[in-house]
Nanobody, 124 residues
Framework: VQLQAFGGGEVQPGGSLKLSCTIS????????IYWFRQAPGKEREGVSC???????KFAESMEGRATISRDSAKNTVYLQMNSLKVEDTAVYYC???????????????????WGQGTLVTVSS
């Protein structure tokens, strides 16, 4: 599968953004899709995941401030982020390990496919 992330931009603290990850490949609907982010000078970290059955998980840093959804008709996974903080500033990536259920957030090399990132800047 191939993934592409879109929707980044600059918002003020407290604002919202909706990121999109479009996925090509006929089997993508069977896969869990992950969102990761990488801030300058920091390691890539997991943000959220949505499984093939629609179940989801969030990193503690994003719990309660984000929702994740998938639209099979549009081959897209969305990450809606609210109440954004300065520390949410990062390049956001989508990825898959080609398993159906979400697992723990593993290092970058574990995942089969990555999309190009989209930059989210939270600044006043």
């Amino acid at each position: 599968v191939q993934l592409q992330a879109f929707g980044g931009g600059e918002v003020q603290p407290g604002g919202s953004l909706k990121l999109s990850c479009t996925i090509s490949g006929s089997t993508w609907s069977y896969y869990a899709i992950y969102w990761f982010r990488q801030a300058p000078g920091k390691e890539r970290e997991g943000v959220s995941c949505i499984a093939a059955d629609g179940s989801s998980k969030f990193a503690e840093s994003m719990e309660g401030r984000a929702t994740i959804s998938r639209d099979s008709a549009k081959n897209t996974v969305y990450l809606q982020m609210n109440s954004l903080k300065v520390e949410d500033t990062a390049v956001y990536y989508c990825a898959t390990d080609e398993f159906t259920m979400c697992s723990d957030f593993y290092p970058e090399r574990y995942y089969n496919s990555w999309g190009q990132g989209t930059l989210v800047t939270v600044s006043s």
